[in-house]
Structure formats: structure tokens, C-alpha cells
Nanobody, 121 residues
């Protein structure tokens, strides 16, 4: 089993910043791409940002220039630095990872439980 645990969500005023963290644990052989998605009330889950194992990044247009995704491969952890937050960024943020399981070497797509980010105006 591979698990993801997010942290760092909370309440922030518009224009403020938050940093989310997501750590993978369990029976891990290798972690490939990691990413962040979000789901606002009444909306579908949408991609926020992704990062490959060698550091290539991709962002949704709505967050480009405001959010920065990074990772620490030694800790199997991905981060999302969110600056200039706006009320429309309010959502539950989920991390996900493509993980290869130790021993079985099966590839899994794993999701965290989500962390709530609320941006007040």
C-alpha cells in the first residue's frame, strides 16, 4: 500500500499565501509524477499543477505565475506554494502520485484525502 498525506490548508485572506505539503509513505519502490488538483463546491475536480520526477512542471492557466509546485525526492514529498490567493482559489486541494509499489512493482495512482483552503475576501 502507498498512502499520501496532505497538510497546510487553512483560512487566509485574499492576497495572502499558503504552502501545502503532501508526503507519500508505505511500500514505495519509486514515485514518478506528482501533482495537485482541487475541487470547489459544485465544481468538478480540476488540475492545478504537476511535476515529474526530474522536475518538469505544468500549471493550470488560472494559477500560473501565482502557484509554484516543487518536490523533495529524498522525502517523497510534493509542495504547492500558493501566493496572491483569491477567493476563487477556495477549494479542497488533493495531491496525487504515480507510485510503483515495492515487491510487486505495480504502478498505482494514489490520491490523498484532501486539505481545505479557504480564501476570504
Amino acid at each position: 500500500q502507498v498512502q499520501l498525506a496532505e497538510s497546510g490548508g487553512g483560512l487566509v485572506q485574499a492576497g495572502g499565501s499558503l504552502t501545502l505539503s503532501c508526503a507519500a509513505s508505505g511500500s514505495i519502490f519509486k514515485i514518478d509524477a506528482m501533482g495537485w488538483h482541487r475541487q470547489a463546491p459544485g465544481n468538478q475536480r480540476e488540475l492545478v499543477a504537476t511535476i515529474t520526477s526530474d522536475g518538469n512542471t505544468n500549471y493550470a492557466g488560472s494559477v500560473k505565475g501565482r502557484f509554484t509546485i516543487s518536490r523533495d525526492n529524498t522525502k517523497n514529498t510534493v509542495y504547492l506554494q500558493m501566493d496572491s490567493l483569491q477567493p476563487e482559489d477556495t477549494a479542497v486541494y488533493y495531491c496525487n502520485a504515480e507510485a510503483r509499489q515495492r515487491f510487486t512493482l505495480r504502478w498505482l495512482e494514489v490520491w490523498g484525502q484532501g486539505t481545505l483552503v479557504t480564501v476570504s475576501s
